[in-house]
């Protein structure tokens, strides 16, 4: 089999996964006493019926762009960070206190400090987690759902005493001006962020593809012992791996507090870290299909708010359909026996068909 026949394979049963997810979801609407066709048309209109509607799945899908590409980038380089929802706070703090105790700065100079602040800030959180596993051998997946607990529980501490604006609970001050991010849409809450990811998604899969690093980030992932025998120190790879997703979960936060909220409002993120596991999984493990997945989970979301307003039906359905289409991605045999049973039983009508 060719690479090209094997990469058909692969999108067929992506396309399928999304068609039998789609489908059970169906089913569960009308078990549920709702029109499946009438869900699907609001969700459809809402997601991407008009431009506005295709200006706020865009804007839904920045914040899980980054954190899809901070989950594939560790997970190619053979480590599975869990934290990017504790990065994803970690960075929004930074970029808050960046931008507002930060002053007369020219505008765009604001934001490229705010930003770095996010990176670093969201990359130190990963790095530890990498660090924590090579140094001391602690499972990655346990320590980076610890943090996340860790982070954001803090950052709530320095929204609601240190950092709090008088007034309010949870939030911090407002960032300055000069920090704001250019709104392409502020009626849809879309900002320039959403070049910003896709740009960050186009660098890291030239990374991958074409430098050293990225060779030797995927060299440790695929096969960590062959990756030592040839001289890759696989340990400190995992290490940067992780800064670099971190710092990629930091900006995921820096969008929204410099893009939306213009400030750091405590619990502000609705799960975006875990979502972009789900968009990586959709993604299927190529960087730039991350482009597709984030826009197709963007969509559901916006899709999901026309839904709910509309024909009044729960957002929990769409975040449903979400986990069925992660459940026959993340279990390939699952769409692949029942691709088999559909493929046997069309060869045994044909051998009928002909018999007779």
Same mark, same amino acid.
């Given at each position: 089999m060719n690479i090209t026949s094997e990469r058909l394979q692969t999108l067929f049963r992506l396309i399928f996964s999304l068609f039998l997810a789609l489908a059970?979801?169906?089913?569960?609407?009308?078990?549920? @006493?709702?029109?499946?066709?009438?869900?699907?048309? $609001?969700?459809?209109?809402?997601?991407? *019926?008009?431009?506005?509607?295709? !200006?706020?799945?865009?804007?839904?899908?920045?914040?899980?762009?980054?954190? *899809?590409?901070?989950?594939?980038?560790?997970?190619?380089?053979?480590?599975?960070?869990?934290?990017?929802?504790?990065?994803?706070?970690? @960075?929004? !703090?930074? $970029?808050?206190?960046?931008?507002?105790?930060?002053k007369g700065l020219p505008l765009w100079l604001h934001i490229i400090i705010s930003l770095l602040a996010a990176i670093v800030a969201g990359g130190i959180c990963g790095a530890i987690i990498g660090?924590?596993?090579?140094?001391?051998? $602690?499972?990655?997946v346990i320590t980076s759902i610890m943090m996340n607990t860790i982070i954001i529980n803090f950052t709530g501490y320095l929204a609601n005493f240190p950092l709090k604006d008088e007034g309010t609970i949870g939030q911090t001050i407002q960032i300055q001006s000069s920090s704001?991010?250019?709104?392409?849409?502020t009626r849809h809450q879309l900002t320039i962020a959403i070049f910003i990811a896709a740009i960050a998604i186009v660098l890291m899969n030239y990374v991958f593809k074409k430098t050293v690093l990225g060779y030797e980030m995927e060299a440790s992932g695929k096969n960590p012992r062959s990756a030592k025998t040839a001289g890759i120190n696989t340990g400190k790879i995992s290490i940067i791996a992780m800064?670099?997703?971190?710092?990629?979960? @930091?900006?995921?936060?820096?969008?929204?507090?410099?893009?939306?909220?213009?400030?750091?409002i405590n619990g502000f993120s609705s799960g975006y870290g875990f979502d972009g596991v789900a968009v990586a999984s959709l993604a299927g493990g190529n960087i730039l299909s991350l482009l597709l997945?984030?826009?197709?989970?963007?969509?559901?979301?916006?899709?999901? !708010?026309?839904?709910?307003r509309v024909a009044k039906i729960p957002f929990d359905f769409?975040?449903?359909?979400?986990?069925?289409?992660?459940?026959?991605? $993340?279990?390939?045999?699952?769409?692949?026996?029942?691709?088999?049973?559909?493929?046997?039983?069309?060869?045994?009508?044909?051998?009928?068909?002909?018999?007779?």
């Open positions: 059970i979801g169906g089913l569960l609407f009308l078990i549920s @006493g709702y029109s499946p066709l009438s869900a699907y048309a $609001a969700i459809f209109k809402g997601a991407i *019926g008009s431009p506005g509607a295709i !200006m706020t799945s865009l804007s839904q899908a920045t914040p899980i762009l980054f954190t *899809g590409l901070a989950f594939l980038v560790a997970y190619k380089s053979g480590v599975l960070n869990i934290g990017a929802e504790g990065q994803l706070y970690a @960075g929004a !703090m930074a $970029a808050a206190i960046a931008g507002a105790y930060l660090v924590l596993k090579v140094r001391f051998g $602690a499972q990655e704001i991010l250019p709104a392409l849409s800064f670099i997703s971190g710092g990629i979960a @930091g900006l995921a936060g820096a969008s929204i507090v410099l893009g939306v909220n213009h400030r750091f997945s984030g826009f197709f989970f963007g969509a559901l979301n916006a899709g999901a !708010m026309t839904v709910n769409v975040v449903v359909i979400q986990a069925l289409v992660i459940i026959f991605i $993340a279990a390939p045999k699952i769409t692949q026996n029942i691709i088999s049973r559909f493929k046997k039983n069309d060869t045994r009508r044909k051998k009928t068909w002909k018999t007779s």
